[in-house]
């Protein structure tokens, strides 16, 4: 059976997705995990905790929500996004919407290989030229980005407006703006970035209160970025 790793609703850890569609959880029990009919060419599935609450993975809208890689083959699903969170009484409902996104992380080539020596054995880089394993250039797609959370109580829009340098079609999170029930703007989180070799770096993060009032920012620092590998 295939593993995968969940984290949602502060509960975290592996569930097995069996031959026959089936999941199960490495969590004592404790989740229930229902199963639900695939929607050619996407699945969704749902989860259930001790309180009752169903949390809702893999299609929006009809639409699925899924997280897809190639390694030189044919693209497969490797994670779901959570889409709906309901509670046990039916009282309310919270919403996540996601923005289509053609994200490419290109990996580079590599080789290693195994040197046998009285010592024992030992990994050493592909530098020195003897022959190894190699391994051709990669990348994972993905198809989703955060757009929204919406529920009873308000909403939370996130801002992904610049483009980013260091991953193709990726964009940077600019703002987060969070309103409450009537619609009206409470208070917005900026972020300010810098790029250094084409990495991105958080520079600040800052609120900005109810009639533009400003906080502090919080600054981060960095150790020698340009030591850090491409």
């Known amino acids: 059976p295939d593993v995968y790793f969940y984290n949602f609703g502060g509960r975290s850890g592996q569930m097995m997705f069996d031959d026959d569609g089936y999941f199960y959880s490495t969590d004592a029990g404790k989740l229930k995990f229902e199963k639900t009919l695939k929607t050619s060419p996407h699945t969704t599935w749902i989860v259930v905790d001790e309180q009752g609450t169903r949390y809702l993975f893999g299609s929006a809208g009809g639409s699925g929500v899924e997280e897809t890689s190639s390694n030189g083959g044919d693209p497969s699903v490797t ?69 929204e959370i919406s529920g009873k109580n308000g909403k939370i829009l996130f801002s992904t407006t610049s483009t980013r340098q260091d991953i193709y ?57 340009g030591g850090l590998p491409p």
């Open 79 to 147: 994670a779901w996004y959570l889409t709906k969170m309901i509670s046990a009484d039916l009282s309310d409902t919270i919403h996540f919407k996601y923005e289509a996104k053609d994200e490419l992380y290109y990996r580079p080539n590599s080789q290693t290989y195994i040197w046998h020596n009285h010592t024992g054995d030992f990994e050493e880089p592909f530098s020195t030229g003897m022959q190894g394993d190699y391994n051709n250039s990669t990348y994972t797609l993905g198809n989703a980005v955060l757009s």
């Open 169 to 225: 079609g990726a964009t940077e999170l600019d703002k987060i703006r969070i309103y409450d029930e009537k619609g009206t703007l409470r208070k917005t989180f900026q972020f300010n970035y810098s790029s250094y070799q084409t990495r991105l770096f958080l520079n600040s993060v800052q609120e900005i209160g109810l009639g533009g009032a400003l906080k502090p920012p919080y600054k981060f620092f960095y150790n020698d970025p």
